[in-house]
């Protein structure tokens, strides 16, 4: 077993950074080799010096093709992930690469494609599977204590909607935000889904209108294992980062509230004051991707699959483009036709 | 204005029991005058007694016929509905009505008709209306401090499957269960539905399947103020009465948990423990069901109409019927085909 | 056993008219055949007769001397109770006696042998006993799941400061409003207080240095089976009736919080309000009124002694008398010195 | 401003550890240049090796003699602390000190006074003044909002008692775990206590007798600002870290629950089911731990005094003398008798 995972990070945008700041100071047996981003700033430069980072590119080649490095991390824009990903397996590196892995589920399966026949590991940026909150609901329901589930539900709103900038070039609300929910109810139900109805509207911003986009939606699924589900989002929460999930089960049920940043409550003649749930996934999810790369070393070091692998890169892009099918049709649409 | 309004209950069964007791203990300025069953026990004769209620009938014409009576309670099965609506009409009493009205739209329409034409007051018996808590979310969306709604979701789920035999003649887990959400959305979002969606299935009791009944349902709603909800309903949540509800708005959101016999929290080394919720609306609706008799009194007495009056009571068998015709058609369905 | 208890209300105050009115509506069993108040007003006439209490007195002799009655609910005013409590022993009723029986402990024991020479059933009005918060700590300490209890705390807090009129005449505040709490204490310990000391000062209204009383304090306490306890007490918590109690034991912990009118959290982007908590007694220990009630004619009918009989209506009082000395004399003082 | 303040760490054990890990990744802008400890072991000099330290001694002095160092951590025993300090004053170190600085308050004099003399920074390590719940009731009063504090209370338990060999030489409950919270005390009141009373007993392990220590004490205190408040702590809760606080002031409340390790509620027909609280220190104070090291290196860098000095390293080993004094004496304690 290797004592030290060298990693190339490809991407130094705020998620790339993240990654970055994480593998330095907070995974042992993690070292961030090499950095590449095809803008590369002083800023930047200065900051991965004071990380005792000293391979600096523009090009993401000089990362596959340095022999010290045993993974790379995706972290680049999307457009590019797969290509990355095709190119990481070639060079036999292990990967992680951020969701989702493509819009283009052709082009996903060539990655993946590549991925198994270079043999090399893929771990897919899932990191809310690593949040003490939703991972005690799998767990619960993964015991059996509370026998087989029968409805899954999970609430995720951001406290305030992205540019409109960014919105265009998102993918849409099911392709870029609930994409996270899609994979979180493939992970509470332990089960894959097989139909999805959806409803959605733009109630906050009409400029989403022009690009036929929605700001809030609920989708009902059905999964493979009889259970039904449903999600509900909305860009604009205003008071943080509202991520709840649930899942009722023969025996039981199982729920997680939000995270706060203190316990403090505070009486008077007016009523009794909370301060606001934890902002956005930052402070929400920090220890979750901590997490999530502790688990990419482990699973490179212990030589197995991660346990957030290629197929779960794959299936919730499948059920974003069968939800946006649902929206436009007015219908209940199958896995099966996508 | 009347002192006292003397009203005359119609059926003896569970619910019957319930208001006659609430009326001669909680609700001031209500005296039951009469009751009526067409199966009246020794055991019922006696307890009548014991509250001082002198006129004990089997034949409800009888109370109809009596003009020292205000006002009736319609309590006894919902296929006598509304024919007594009709008969209590024409006699010009007051009319409190149990849910649903009946499963028939023509014959709603019909016992709408001879109310408006008699001009007396009629209420319907959607008690969580009157509920601390849902209401509380209703007040906070009707102020106006949160903004327009965009998200209302509804939670409800018995603690246990009724008998087989009451499944079979209920009208289904719609017309039976859900139809109190139907109403529940309404009353939150202040807006009529218009389109559903729904997903169910039998996953509690396989012999529901024998009669197209499911014990297990997701629904998606749009409203005319384009908010859209969604509902969950299982008819066994094993916990207790799982009643929750929630309203998503443009500045914030309100929610509601469930209540507790208690606030004890017990810590030892194997975790933190809590009594299970409220078992069923006995307990948990004790004082709604009061406090519907005391608005009931009150719009007599008020010369207004009651705030939960004959629309309530056809809305929600319009939008159980959509949900239906959705479930069996696999399509989202809009309130105008009904 | 009798079918019903007969029961005659002396004072009708505020917590007489309480009385009154829970025995008719919420007690069955039990019927208020008679009231006196030396101030009998025709509101009080009006509002007994529609209550269909026909025996209006000015005099409570009327209520001793009359053979239909059982029992009497003594609710005047405190310097009459010991008196009137004799009086009723004699005449054979059943005795319900509002708390404190007394502030002197020679009138509580004379009051205590005549009760017990006439061998008749006295309960006193520790109401807090019935409340489903605080009986749940108890009953839980009592179990034993937690083992031996080795701290006692109660958290008591009025909502706001009553009028100095009435404090001038209250007997101080560990004597009007900690003497609940060294019931509770008692209660949830099960175990006899053996030496207090206490602190406590002016820090609400100055005016209170006037008549030598306080309107904050903490008193610690020693009990006879090892645990040690802690009551804090202020006269004006704002936010309402703050009643809280936790009993720390070997194998864990039990705790009560505060209830509230309802379970509503609304957040926004200023942050996330509850309602303030049930304002006074009135509100939080209405059912516990009714539950002592049907205890005490419970006990009655099973003729067994009420569960908080004489001696905790004795102890408290003695509490309250070493907490005064302790705070006087700068130091803790054994109960066998009272 | 120095770019970078580099630290001497001495004392190698649990703290210690636990501090040079978070200076080497938690703690932008500070160096661990070298530790120190007599007894040096290859597993902490492999471990310095892995964290790029490379000076590591047996003997403090190389630390004091250091040029390169700004300035030390002092964590070895609490024995030491004293002398420590008044060489690293000497050598113009800043120093941060762990609590306690010693049993004996003419040595704290001894040592505060050449921190004086030196001009250098020290900060002492009540750790808990940067948990993000109690630094909330702080920052609540200290806003004025509540208006006045006029109640304290601190509620301390361990999850388990510390072996039988540490609690010999810990200086007893008072000394060694309440010291905590009568910083705790002074912080949250913003007021210095004047006088003390104090029960405990051996309620856990009678062993303790034998040393005249005590495992549960509840302390009254009394403040300059007239607030009264209260301290109760156990040596076993057994369900975690028992860390609350509360402050109640003449408009309101504030006050903190425990943290828990997710927010999971698993609702069974058994009851409702949630995690025990944090465990122990590590856990709940790990954030505190590193925001006290922010703390020290941004006062050093900014060139003003640290928010707990040494004032705060003496006042709390006088109340606890005080306290010690009352249990003893069985009367109440001015600290200006200590």
Same mark, same amino acid.
């Given at each position: 077993?290797?004592?030290?995972i060298?990693?190339?990070?490809?991407?130094?945008?705020?998620?790339?950074?993240?990654?970055?700041?994480?593998?330095?100071?907070?995974?042992?047996?993690?070292?961030?080799?090499?950095?590449?981003?095809?803008?590369?700033?002083?800023?930047?430069?200065?900051?991965a010096?004071?990380?005792?980072?000293?391979?600096?590119?523009?090009?993401?080649?000089?990362?596959m093709?340095?022999?010290?490095?045993?993974a790379?991390?995706?972290?680049?824009?999307?457009?590019?992930?797969?290509?990355?990903m095709?190119?990481?397996?070639?060079?036999?590196?292990?990967?992680?690469?951020?969701?989702?892995?493509?819009?283009?589920?052709?082009?996903?399966?060539?990655?993946?494609?590549?991925?198994?026949?270079?043999?090399?590991?893929?771990?897919?940026?899932?990191?809310r599977?690593?949040?003490?909150?939703?991972?005690?609901?799998?767990?619960?329901?993964?015991?059996?204590?509370?026998?087989?589930?029968?409805?899954?539900?999970?609430?995720?709103?951001?406290?305030?909607?992205?540019?409109?900038?960014y919105?265009?070039? %998102?993918? +849409?609300?099911?392709?870029?935000? *609930?994409?996270?929910?899609?994979? !979180?109810?493939?992970?509470? &139900?332990?089960? =894959?889904?097989?139909?999805?109805?959806?409803?959605?509207d733009?109630?906050?911003?009409?400029?989403?209108?022009?690009?036929?986009?929605?700001?809030?939606?609920?989708?009902?699924?059905?999964?493979?294992?009889?259970?039904?589900?449903?999600?509900?989002?909305?860009?604009?929460?205003?008071?943080?980062?509202?991520?709840?999930?649930?899942?009722?089960?023969?025996?039981?049920?199982?729920?997680?509230?939000?995270?706060?940043p203190?316990?403090?409550?505070?009486?008077?003649?007016?009523?009794?004051?909370?301060?606001?749930?934890?902002?956005?996934?930052?402070?929400?999810?920090?220890?979750?991707?901590?997490?999530?790369?502790k688990?990419?070393?482990?699973?490179?070091?212990?030589?197995?699959?991660? %346990?957030? +692998?290629?197929?779960?890169?794959? *299936?919730?892009?499948?059920?974003? !483009?069968?939800?946006?099918? &649902?929206?436009v =049709?007015?219908?209940s649409?199958?896995?099966?036709?996508?």
């Amino acid at each position: 077993m290797k004592e030290t995972i060298k990693i190339g990070v490809i991407g130094t945008g705020r998620i790339g950074k993240l990654h970055i700041n994480n593998l330095c100071t907070s995974v042992p047996g993690a070292k961030v080799e090499a950095i590449a981003d095809v803008i590369m700033t002083d800023e930047i430069r200065a900051w991965a010096k004071s990380l005792g980072i000293n391979k600096v590119h523009t090009d993401p080649e000089a990362i596959m093709n340095d022999p010290e490095i045993d993974a790379v991390f995706i972290c680049s824009s999307t457009n590019t992930h797969a290509d990355l990903m095709i190119r990481a397996a070639e060079a036999k590196k292990d990967i992680f690469c951020e969701k989702p892995i493509d819009y283009d589920i052709a082009k996903i399966n060539l990655a993946l494609d590549a991925v198994k026949k270079a043999n090399v590991k893929l771990q897919t940026g899932f990191v809310r599977r690593f949040d003490h909150n939703h991972k005690k609901v799998r767990d619960t329901v993964a015991s059996g204590i509370l026998g087989t589930p029968s409805i899954i539900k999970v609430t995720s709103r951001d406290p305030e909607p992205p540019p409109f900038e960014y919105a265009k070039v %998102s993918g +849409g609300l099911f392709m870029d935000m *609930m994409i996270h929910d899609f994979d !979180m109810v493939r992970y509470l &139900s332990g089960s =894959e889904v097989v139909e999805v109805s959806a409803y959605g509207d733009v109630l906050i911003d009409d400029k989403l209108k022009t690009i036929n986009d929605v700001d809030t939606a609920i989708v009902m699924l059905k999964f493979e294992n009889k259970s039904i589900g449903v999600i509900d989002n909305s860009r604009k929460a205003g008071y943080g980062y509202d991520q709840r999930s649930e899942v009722h089960c023969a025996k039981g049920c199982v729920q997680v509230a939000n995270d706060y940043p203190n316990t403090a409550m505070i009486s008077t003649n007016e009523g009794v004051f909370l301060d606001k749930p934890l902002w956005f996934f930052l402070e929400r999810y920090n220890d979750a991707f901590i997490a999530e790369a502790k688990e990419f070393v482990a699973a490179i070091k212990e030589n197995r699959d991660p %346990s957030v +692998g290629g197929i779960d890169g794959l *299936m919730p892009v499948k059920i974003a !483009m069968a939800a946006q099918k &649902s929206l436009v =049709e007015g219908r209940s649409v199958k896995l099966s036709e996508i």
